[in-house]
């Protein structure tokens, strides 16, 4: 839980742009906001144009980006539209956060945040305020946001391992970036090849393909020359 003391009461909804990789995932966590329309106003991106406003915070959402690399979030601080980053992750490796701070991101959300406290902090954030909040127990999936493969009842993690190997990555590789030990990433694997149904790494590159697990790079290059 996240408290804050002193937030004042905002005249204005907070300017939001939702950033990653996938459509499924920009679009779900903008739908998390629906009860909030007073509060938090969502300026999505999309694959073929960029968002043309200024925004008051960029919520990065991590899902299935090579967490060990943080180009993106030092493009995304550099970007002269955006006043404040915030990584938006389950991913609360020590390493991951340092480096995050160290680019110029501003906060560390936890994905387990319930919407009212996840808005509460996007507020305080807008208002300059630095937040890292707990880190989520590591059996606890994501709260009612979206990623591809969760209709076919992928969890969040075992979708992001999923969508690494679509994206080529070997087991040593995923465990890296995501900093989890290989033997943790080889759970995700089989527990995912289960319910997709195949046996196969070749197998589940070809269903990943078919079922949205390719990103959209260009996304984040929309933003290297302002939203």
């Known amino acids: 839980m996240i408290t804050f003391d002193g937030v004042k009461p905002r005249t204005a909804p907070v300017r939001v742009a939702l950033v990653d990789d996938y ?29 043309t406003d200024e925004v008051d915070v960029v919520l990065y959402d991590s899902f299935a980006q090579p967490e060990a690399d943080h180009d993106d979030i030092a493009v995304l601080v550099g970007n002269p539209h955006a006043r404040h ?12 956060v340092d480096s995050a701070m160290t680019k110029g991101a501003r906060v560390y959300l936890s994905k387990t945040l319930p919407a009212h406290e ?13 937040v890292i909040s707990d880190p989520p127990p590591r059996s ?38 995501m900093y989890l030990s ?27 393909v078919e079922h949205g697990f390719q990103p959209d790079h ?10």
Do not use: C, M
Request: avoid cysteine.
């Open 182 to 208: 290989i033997n943790t990433v080889k759970t995700y694997i089989r527990s995912a090849y289960r319910k997709i149904g195949v046996n196969a790494r070749s197998h589940a590159i070809l269903w990943g």
């Open 23 to 51: 459509d499924v995932v920009v679009i779900g966590l903008a739908h998390l906001f629906d009860a909030y329309p007073h509060r938090i106003v969502v300026a999505e991106l999309d694959t073929n144009r960029p968002v």
């Open 118 to 130: 996840l808005v509460t902090a996007i507020e305080a954030i807008a208002d300059g305020k630095v």
């Open 140 to 177: 606890r999936s994501a709260g009612p946001l979206d990623w591809p493969g969760r209709t076919e009842g992928l969890t969040d993690r075992e979708a992001e391992v999923l969508a690494l190997i679509t994206q080529g990555k070997s087991n040593s590789e995923i465990a890296q970036v």
């Open 218 to 227: 260009h996304r984040i290059d929309h933003w290297r020359g302002g939203p």
């Open 85 to 96: 980053v915030v990584v938006y992750t389950w991913n609360f490796h020590p390493a991951l």
